[in-house]
């Protein structure tokens, strides 16, 4: 059960209990019906607020998470205990990949529930059909590395079939790619062309400040990996929602 930063503050205790059941019920069935691989996928949200940086795979539980979205975060650190406690008694090879913060075509464009690539995405597309100021949520500041959904899914397939480590990896692009928000609210802007006005709500979080992660795991494994350009990555996904508005999820 996923959710963007203001879905997770409303919600913590359905994303604590709903992501216990769903590690519990798939790990545990997968190990009774004798599934030999099983890749879970985490967030960046599982490692501690407080910490150094650049964040790297060892470090996911030397401290509490983001008072945001604790709920979220803790559930998710169960899988890797899950994890690793499978290996140590029937010495299963199930792992997780830690994604930096996604988007792409068919996400879930909810406003209210989305992240916040998918949130701008659906927001500057209605902004310029309606004329009207698009509302940024948050000051803009906030630093995240973005990942295109069709670059993860190109490194998960790779971690199912090559990665045999019950340690998590990391999936992101590199700490030089880290953005601002405003950097991602230009990208959408562009895409779509958008002349209007842009409206920062301040009065709204910023969430986790930053929470750069390393991809030096992932680049010993793959030095040659190839992602793909933002820019090029967002006007797709732009044109995407515009492509199949009426049958978005949102
Ligand atoms: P996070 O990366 O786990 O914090 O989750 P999000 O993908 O929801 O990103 C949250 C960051 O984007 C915060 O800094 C917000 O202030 C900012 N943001 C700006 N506009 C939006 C929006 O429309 N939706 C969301 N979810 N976040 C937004």
Known sequence: ?????????????????????????????SQEFGVVKVVSCLSTCVFPDKTTYPIDETMMHNGAPHESNYGYAYAKRMIDVHNRACFQQYGLRYTAVIPTNIFGPHDNFNIEDCHVMPGLVHKTYLAKKEGKPLQVWGSGRALRQFIYSVDLARLFVWVLREYDEVEPIIGSVGEEDELTIKDAVDAVVEGFGFKGEVIYDTSKSDGQ???????????????????????????ETCDWLAANYDIVRK
């Open 1 to 29: 059960m996923v959710g963007g930063l203001y879905k997770n503050m409303r919600q913590n205790l359905d994303f604590w209990r709903d992501n216990v059941h769903i590690n519990d019920n798939v790990l545990y069935m």
């Open 209 to 235: 400040i930053k929470k750069t992660a390393s991809n030096a795991k992932l680049r010993k494994y793959l030095p040659d990996f190839k992602f793909t350009p933002f820019i090029a990555a967002v006007k």
